[in-house]
Each structure stands twice: as structure tokens, then as C-alpha cells.
T-cell receptor, first 112, second 110 residues
Framework: DAGITQSPRHKVTETGTPVTLRCHQTENHRYMYWYRQDPGHGLRLIHYSYGVKDTDKGEVSDGYSVSRSKTEDFLLTLESATSSQTSVYFC???????????FGQGTRLTVV | QKEVEQDPGPLSVPEGAIVSLNCTYSNSAFQYFMWYRQYSRKGPELLMYTYSSGNKEDGRFTAQVDKSSKYISLFIRDSQPSDSATYLCAMSAANNDMRFGAGTRLTVKP
């Protein structure tokens, strides 16, 4: 398995609170991604990073921010969680653009 | 209309059957096509990767891409209970913006 660790694996939080999800990789891949997976929608890209301090928005970025201060870590922050952000979040890494993506195990987030 | 359409199933077949999974898409700029398999409560893992049109075979799996029809398929021969999973098609253009289908849940019954 590719060395990708997501933390926490499960989290329940209240509406309006900030939440940070962490993705840590040991593969030294340049590209890192955050997706959310919801029934009927598949995986949708939230934000991605193509290098340290280089990030860009994805398809569903509203309400989310990211940071990448080290090659191995990519953080996803929900500034003020809403119930619509209840989802399963996956981190992925790729060596380059349009190459094989390796996914983490996912973080199941519930906003109540 | 979604950029990538995939029948969510569920699809149930007997062991040994040939399975056909399909996706259609609307963006003619897509040129990289992938199939991922996702077991319950796990992250997706890459099964097949193809560039542009044509067929690619890997063991019991065959991926087909028909760019003229904007249609891709994954065939599984001699299906096994261990193939029971959700199968996600994915595709991207040169800008690395990958789009996924909603996934088809497959159950192979012994």
C-alpha cells in the first residue's frame, strides 16, 4: 500500500466549529488532492496541491481551505462546518499530472 | 447534466459471469481514462489506465475506450466473489482535472 495516512479516521463535530483534516504521505509525491465522496456524486475534487505552498481550487472548494507547508503534509480545513459538509473525505497523491492516484483510507466526517 | 455518467447499479451476477461496466462523458477534451475499484470503507485503488482510444487487457480485466462515442467500458471475465466492490470510472484532460463517475456497486454471488 502507498504510504498515505489520513487523520482522524472518524469525526463528529457541531455546526459552526472549525475542523482540520490531515493527510500525511511518505512517498515524496509532488501532487496531493482532497476529495469528498457522497452518494450519487462519486468523488469530487475540493482542492489540490502541486508543490509546497502551491495549491489550487477544485470543483467544490467553497467552505474549504488547504495548506501545504511540507511535501509530506496536506491539511484540509473547514472554517465553519455545515451539515452539507457531512461526507467521506479522501486524500490522494500522484507523482505527476494525469498519473496513477493513490488514495488514503478516508475520513468519515459528520456535522450535527 | 454531469460530465461523467455512470449507472450506479447495483449489479448482481453469479460467479463466473462476464461483467460489463460502462460510463459516458460529455467533455471531448478527456484523454486519460481510468477504472478504480473501491471496497467497502476503503479508498479507491487503480485497476486500469488507458490513454486515448482502444483496448487494454490485464488478466481478467479489459478496458475499452471509444472517444468517438464518448463511451468507456470495463469488462470482467470469470467474475469472482472477491470482485464484489464499487467500480469508479475516472477521466481527465491535459489540465489534470480528473472527474469521476458516481460508481457502480457490483456483487458477485458464489
Amino acid at each position: 500500500d502507498a504510504g498515505i495516512t489520513q487523520s482522524p479516521r472518524h469525526k463528529v463535530t457541531e455546526t459552526g466549529t472549525p475542523v482540520t483534516l490531515r493527510c500525511h504521505q511518505t512517498e515524496n509525491h509532488r501532487y496531493m488532492y482532497w476529495y469528498r465522496q457522497d452518494p450519487g456524486h462519486g468523488l469530487r475534487l475540493i482542492h489540490y496541491s502541486y508543490g509546497v505552498k502551491d495549491t489550487d481550487k477544485g470543483e467544490v472548494s467553497d467552505g474549504y481551505s488547504v495548506s501545504r507547508s511540507k511535501t509530506e503534509d496536506f491539511l484540509l480545513t473547514l472554517e465553519s462546518a455545515t451539515s452539507s459538509q457531512t461526507s467521506v473525505y479522501f486524500c490522494a497523491i500522484t507523482r505527476g499530472p494525469n498519473t496513477e492516484a493513490f488514495f488514503g483510507q478516508g475520513t468519515r466526517l459528520t456535522v450535527v | 447534466q454531469k460530465e461523467v455518467e455512470q449507472d450506479p447499479g447495483p449489479l448482481s451476477v453469479p460467479e463466473g459471469a462476464i461483467v460489463s461496466l460502462n460510463c459516458t462523458y460529455s467533455n471531448s477534451a478527456f484523454q486519460y481514462f481510468m477504472w478504480y475499484r473501491q471496497y467497502s470503507r476503503k479508498g479507491p485503488e487503480l485497476l486500469m489506465y488507458t490513454y486515448s482510444s482502444g483496448n487494454k487487457e490485464d488478466g481478467r480485466f479489459t478496458a475499452q475506450v471509444d472517444k468517438s462515442s464518448k463511451y468507456i467500458s470495463l469488462f470482467i471475465r470469470d467474475s469472482q466473489p472477491s470482485d464484489s466492490a464499487t467500480y469508479l470510472c475516472a477521466m481527465s484532460a491535459a489540465n489534470n482535472d480528473m472527474r469521476f463517475g458516481a460508481g457502480t456497486r457490483l456483487t458477485v454471488k458464489p
